[in-house]
């Protein structure tokens, strides 16, 4: 069902476009991910990963628009000490996730320099480790909705940004003995075309 969202917000994208084209930009991100996952079971500390992907800039009105985005997103999560005893894996002091994730951004300007964003993010898992196996069953459910904040700089076609998502799914695909939900800090840049 989730991923039947992803034609319906290319296609959003585009037919936006063409209605506003002197509103529509082409761009491209990269920078860094700072991720945890609430849980006992993982350490309360930041891990560091990287994202890159691209991004549409479409201007609905002079002050707003939507900023619709595909990233790839990779991270190594750490484990904490009583991962390996609960869920019966064997020495795993890491994760490590790679996701696409997909943001739509409502984007406010209250001057030409600066971006207001807001709006729903999902990401889908495309690999964990293969040691995060439990019986054939993945550790991680497959897909993450949730909702960020951030703000962006432009200067020219220089971008600027840096965004809080805070997950609203349960990640933890094994049982319900906890709760796995993330947290992630990104800070990067872009550019425009």
Known sequence: MKLKLIPFMLILAFGFSTANAQGFKIGIRTGTDIQKLSGKTFSQEFAYGYHLGGAFEIGITQKFGIQPEVLFSSVN??????????????????AKLQYIRIPLLLTFKPNPFMVLQVGPQYSILRSADKNLLENGQQAFK??????LGGLQ???SKIRIYGRYAVGLTNLNDIDNQEKWKSQTVQLGLGLTF
Do not use: L, Q
């Open 77 to 94: 999560i750490d484990t904490g000490s009583s991962f390996s005893s609960i869920y019966k894996f064997e020495n795993i002091s890491k």
């Open 153 to 155: 700089i432009n200067i």
């Open 142 to 147: 497959n897909g993450d909705f949730s909702m």
